[in-house]
């Protein structure tokens, strides 16, 4: 970002009038990674105080916009005791950054940059997150992480709304979950990521598609499916024009693995490798 555009950084605690040129700054690793040119002045969210992650008494899990991947993963890793737990710290490696970039990019900007490989989409999805969103006169909204992302790079987001946090319902942290990735490097960009879980009260399944799509796709078994059910549901819910392209994986490639990838997940949750 070029920061002679930027003629004002503004505490979030003292609003002003939002007006265009307005951005809320959060971690900033990707407001400074490029140029910014319509940008004019920032309103930064460190100064909020707002916790990183909150639990209530029923394992409800709020995440606030502004908590880092350091601390997610901290908290997932040290605090958590759900069954989900692990799938924290796997979502946050695949953030692949260095600890400095660990240490200030947030769950919130990951989630509202809303890159196909955005991981902390990925968590959050899988998870049944619900998004809280406040609009510039107070009104607050809530939106499911796999409807607020739309497209690669779009979000369901209006002018001067910010994202204040994602909640995590108790009953979706206490599935188990599976994990894959691929990538077409040994430490690059995910170019596929999927997610399985199964909810050990009524047996169904999630398997939530990322990376690979330009948006995350949540499909949902009442019962855990056959390979030819889940192939069948994979095909039917990604359209052609939904398998990402860019220089991190053609869209061919990520189909497939994507298929792939999802029967291992069905087959690690079911036990099941003869359907």
Request: hydrophobic content about 45%; charged content about 20%; some cysteine.
């Given at each position: 970002?070029?920061?002679?555009?930027?003629?004002?950084?503004?505490?979030?605690?003292?609003?002003?009038?939002?007006?265009?040129g307005?951005?809320?700054?959060?971690?900033?690793t990707y407001?400074?990674?490029?140029?910014?040119?319509?940008?004019?002045?920032?309103?930064?969210?460190?100064?909020?105080?707002?916790?990183?992650?909150?639990?209530?008494?029923?394992?409800?899990?709020?995440?606030?916009?502004?908590?880092?991947?350091?601390?997610?993963?901290?908290?997932?890793?040290?605090?958590?005791r759900a069954?989900?737990?692990?799938?924290?710290e796997?979502?946050?490696?695949?953030?692949?950054?260095?600890?400095?970039i660990?240490?200030?990019?947030?769950?919130?900007?990951?989630?509202?940059?809303?890159?196909?490989?955005?991981?902390?989409?990925?968590?959050?999805?899988?998870?049944?997150?619900?998004?809280?969103?406040?609009?510039?006169?107070?009104?607050?909204?809530?939106?499911?992480?796999?409807?607020?992302?739309?497209?690669?790079?779009?979000?369901?987001?209006?002018?001067?709304?910010?994202?204040?946090?994602?909640?995590?319902?108790?009953?979706?942290?206490?599935?188990?979950?599976?994990?894959?990735?691929?990538?077409?490097?040994?430490?690059?960009?995910?170019g596929?990521?999927v997610?399985?879980?199964?909810?050990?009260?009524?047996?169904?399944?999630?398997?939530t598609?990322?990376?690979?799509?330009?948006?995350?796709?949540?499909?949902?078994?009442?019962?855990?499916?056959?390979?030819a059910?889940?192939?069948?549901?994979?095909?039917?819910?990604?359209?052609?024009h939904?398998w990402?392209?860019?220089?991190?994986?053609l869209?061919?490639?990520?189909?497939?693995?994507?298929?792939?990838?999802a029967?291992?997940?069905?087959?690690?949750?079911t036990?099941?490798?003869?359907?």
């Open positions: 970002m070029d920061l002679n555009t930027v003629m004002e950084i503004r505490d979030a605690r003292h609003p002003a009038p939002w007006r265009p307005d951005a809320w700054l959060g971690g900033g407001l400074f990674s490029e140029p910014q040119p319509h940008l004019r002045r920032l309103v930064d969210l460190s100064t909020t105080g707002w916790t990183p992650v909150l639990e209530a008494a029923d394992g409800t899990l709020e995440i606030a916009a502004t908590c880092t991947i350091a601390q997610l993963s901290r908290y997932g890793g040290q605090q958590l069954t989900a737990a692990p799938l924290f796997q979502c946050c490696r695949a953030f692949l950054a260095s600890f400095k660990w240490n200030m990019a947030t769950v919130g900007g990951n989630l509202c940059n809303a890159l196909p490989a955005g991981p902390m989409i990925s968590l959050t999805a899988a998870l049944d997150g619900v998004c809280l969103l406040r609009a510039l006169d107070g009104g607050l909204r809530r939106v499911p992480v796999a409807d607020f992302v739309t497209g690669a790079g779009r979000k369901d987001l209006a002018e001067g709304e910010l994202l204040r946090s994602v909640t995590l319902p108790a009953r979706a942290l206490g599935s188990r979950t599976a994990f894959r990735q691929a990538s077409l490097y040994g430490l690059g960009r995910s596929v990521l997610i399985g879980t199964l909810d050990p009260q009524d047996g169904s399944v999630a398997v598609l990322t990376a690979s799509t330009v948006r995350p796709f949540r499909l949902r078994f009442a019962a855990p499916p056959t390979a059910e889940l192939s069948e549901a994979v095909a039917g819910a990604v359209a052609d939904e990402f392209d860019d220089i991190h994986g869209p061919q490639w990520r189909r497939h693995m994507t298929f792939r990838l029967e291992e997940i069905r087959r690690e949750l036990g099941d490798a003869g359907r």
